[in-house]
């Protein structure tokens, strides 16, 4: 018995993940994101909120708001310069991903909204843009309801060629969208819960949860 209790002890240590760093939840402010289209203006730059960013409710996943992102068109790009310690995160993991949402269509007419593209800039690789195609997609149609999705990035195979200890790191997501109107008529996606995901506790630390759990089987001998 005490064997079965030993590797299924042994089976969820090695299983154990890092808790999830977020890095937006925009509960009321900024998180640091900005606007890399107009300029890299603080999304809370008079001249872009409340008429292009917003905070809402639609697709609050983490939390009681989202960020709004009210666009036409291709191009719109979101993005956030990582702080030293978030830099540190980043490369203590592996993936990136982000919850985005369109609220219940009330337009009657069709379109699509989508992330179009995910570019990482950092010390060492410099630009790598990804472009997503249709894969990150919403389709509107008459009576769409509201919907959310989860974009997420492994960027592990990138993580060899950014320097060990990068002196920046820029995350940029590129949205594209239209409404079948004429002229084409606003449309809006809403993020939250961006977050950096992936880490494996470290060698050390596994062995003093093992020691921890092999201590505790012993003394119940």
Known sequence: M?????LLFVSAL???QAQAVLIGTWEGGTD???SWGDGQKSIDDPSLM????????VGATNGSQSL???MTGWGQTLSIKLSEAQRADFMANTTFSIDYSVAADTQGVGGFARIQGFTVNADGIGWTGHDLGDTENFWFWNGSPERTQTFTFDYSSLKASINPNPSYIELILTTNGQRDTDPASPFALYFANAQLTGAIPEPASMLLLGAGGLLALRKKK
Do not use: C, D
């Open 68 to 70: 709004k992102l009210t």
């Open 50 to 57: 409340p008429s292009k960013y917003a905070y809402a409710t």
């Open 2 to 6: 005490k064997k079965v209790i030993l």
């Open 32 to 34: 640091g994101w900005i």
């Open 14 to 16: 090695l299983t154990v």
